[in-house]
């Protein structure tokens, strides 16, 4: 059974910073890409970087900047570090990964930013 596990949410305030991290467990076959997604209250799940096995990255233009995504494709793990944080980047953190048939999220971790 596979799974995603996300890890480094926390509370800071603006301006701080906070490093995400998310780790696979179960044989996956081969990853496509892995992203980071966010989900604010009241808000859709919206993507905010992903990552592709070749390394070229995606970013949000609200993150931009401040946001830098990086995987490790021998662990299948995937990190976002966060600078800068705003009260607007609060939400839920999801990962997932991406395979030829397979899309795998994982149960995400809160993020709060105060100001």
């Known amino acids: 059974q596979v799974q995603l596990v996300e890890s480094g949410g926390g509370s800071v305030q603006a301006g701080g910073s906070l490093r995400l991290s998310c780790t696979t467990s179960g044989f996956i076959s081969r990853i496509n890409s892995m992203g980071w997604y966010r989900q604010a209250p009241g808000k859709q799940r919206e993507l905010v970087a992903t990552?592709?096995?070749?390394?070229?990255?995606n970013y949000i233009e609200p993150v931009k900047g401040r946001f830098a995504i990086s995987r490790d494709n021998a662990k299948s793990t995937v990190d976002l570090q966060m600078n800068s944080l705003k009260p607007e980047d609060t939400a839920v953190y999801y990962c997932?990964?991406?395979?030829?048939?397979?899309?795998?999220w994982g149960r995400g971790t809160q993020v709060t930013v105060s100001s």
């Open positions: 997932n990964a991406v395979t030829g048939s397979n899309l795998y």
């Open positions: 990552i592709a096995g070749a390394g070229n990255t």
